[in-house]
């Protein structure tokens, strides 16, 4: 989890946090739920099938969520 939090992304387009997270549990990221509800609001799981890798080459395009909100300060 903390190298996906490291590597959040920011989707211009929508204004959301993006990340990739390869998760077993059922609901998806029960566990680490607890922690994210803390930072995020309307955490919203997609489910698709790929792996890790290529999650993170689909998003890599985005600014990173923290440069950005270093930027705006």
């Known amino acids: 989890m903390t190298k996906s939090l490291n ?3 920011l989707d211009p387009e929508t ?3 993006v ?7 059922s609901p998806p990221l029960a ?3 607890e922690v994210l509800d803390q930072y995020f609001t ?4 997609a ?3 790929m792996t890790e890798t290529e999650g993170w080459g689909r998003i890599e395009k ?6 950005e ?5």
């Open 42 to 45: 309307d955490l919203v799981i």
């Open 7 to 9: 590597n959040v992304r």
């Open 19 to 25: 990340w990739v997270e390869e998760d077993y549990c």
């Open 31 to 33: 566990m680490e739920r």
């Open 15 to 17: 204004g959301e946090a």
């Open 47 to 49: 489910e698709e099938d």
């Open 62 to 67: 985005y600014p990173l969520l923290w440069d």
């Open 69 to 73: 909100i270093k930027g705006g300060v």
